[in-house]
């Protein structure tokens, strides 16, 4: 059985952070990851990134994807592809598939950056070919160049279903709406303001009643709601569609979490249930690191440096780093992770962390 | 975004009202003295590369990093660097005076084909709607903008407040 220092599950800006992080500092690191290839969504993101010259702001996803690849090489990490964490043994020994067949890895302190999941929209229709979330339009657009439809409909007006119908457009398809539930658009005005100046309607207070189709989507059907959130009557439209893409939030990925007996709780602003951590990452396990999605529902620079946060503790526990180096390398990652929560929308996600750190505090041991 | 960006919200683009209130949006008689960046951010995130980008200083988010970015016209030269470094594509450089009868309106463009020089387009008001006929006078392309196109249409002077996109005269309406 392999044994490592720092093990990271999930190769994403969370995993690759952390590694190259801890592997700078000479801890023995392995990424672990089910996909095929390394970077989480970044690959995908084709668009350039909002932040700070600090963060490679106007960064495109996929450069920001390729730069974190380079850092993680040079200093040392190795990467494991096609490698699915499906078990956890006496608290730090993960098992591990692979085509190669079943094998485990100890670790001295682990990392969960397991990521997100997309959350599912039942409505009639849903289970016909065509209905696809957005997660999957991306991968096949942006990493396979395939359209997965020339005439959409979008659910969900949050910065996903934005971002994907624009990326859409650019593909050369047609979205004929972006269709949103609430009375307001969830996502960045400036992403919706890209979609409406192209010619694309976002119709909020409407929802899909119905998609349909004979062996795959041909029509879905939008009604309006009035303020009760009910049906206005008389207010169906329906549209000629061949896809039908949904975005309608993301949860954190936390099996392996609740696996290792962390603590839990729920936390609407970090997208559910999450386990809770402290300020440099720790959960209530003192050997278990969590970052990026996993750890709450962000973006790519805000899991980057929290991945930095946790490969920084790890260095620090296994005797890599003394207290005061520590505190040097951790400094500017901290300050920066502030300055991402500023604004209205971060002080929300600021507070929901904040009150996830108390609570590993008091926390002690399992759910 | 700013708490009265209600139309925005619910839209999708900046109400009349919303974007004179922004402190990047310059008014009418600074437009019609010249070339001038227009800044249609409204939105409290953290990210300042227009800031940085500006080799004038005329744009300043300063801290918190979540301020809205404010242009200072005196000094903005209506270089255009700042359209393509914007993550949000919220940038737009105006030319009240480019002729006599014509103003321009440049914005970035990540679409393909691009368009030509020369080339006849339908233009469209924040909304989407037709506002009516431009020309495009001028596509850069240059590795700092990192593919991103900064496409200059000649539009008549009475439009260049309300055209802020375009479509090729093959496209169909959406």
Known sequence: MLEVDFACVGAGPAGLGAASEAARRGLRVVVVDENARPGGQLFKQIHKFFGSAEHGAGLRGLDLGRRLLDEAEVAGVEVQLSTAAWGLYDGQTLALSSEGGVRRLKAKRLLFATGASERALPFPGWTLPGVVRAGAAQTMMNLHYVLPGRRVLTIGAGNVGLIVSYQLLQAGAQVVAVVEMAPTIGGYGVHAAKLRRWGVPILTSHRVTEVSGRERVEQAAVVELGDDRGPVPRTERVFDVDLVCVAVGLTPLTELCRLAGCVMAHSPALGGWVPAHDEDMRTSREDIFVAGDAAGIGEASVALDEGRLAGLAAARDLGHLSDSEWAEARGPVVERLAALRGGEQGARIAEAKASLAARVRVGGCGP | ?174
């Open chain 2, 1 to 174: 975004m700013i708490g009265g960006a209600a139309h925005l919200r619910r839209t999708g683009f900046l109400s009349e009202g919303e974007l004179a209130a922004l402190p990047g949006v310059p008014g009418l008689d600074v437009i019609r003295r010249g070339r001038v960046a227009v800044i249609e951010c409204a939105e409290a995130i953290p990210c300042n590369p227009c800031e940085t980008v500006c080799p004038k200083r005329a744009i300043t988010i300063g801290e918190p990093i979540t301020r809205l970015p404010s242009l200072d016209p005196s000094r903005c030269t209506g270089c255009g660097l700042c359209i393509a470094a914007c993550p949000g594509q919220a940038i737009f450089v105006l030319d009240y005076n480019w002729s006599d009868s014509e103003g321009t309106v440049e914005m970035a463009y990540e679409r393909l084909p691009l368009p030509s020089p020369g080339e006849a387009v339908v233009t469209l008001d924040r909304g989407g709607s037709p506002v009516g006929a431009g020309r495009v006078v001028k596509v850069r392309q240059v590795q700092a903008f990192d593919r991103t196109a900064v496409v200059r249409v000649a539009v008549p002077k009475g439009t260049v407040l309300g055209v802020r996109a375009f479509r090729m005269r093959g496209e169909g309406g959406r």
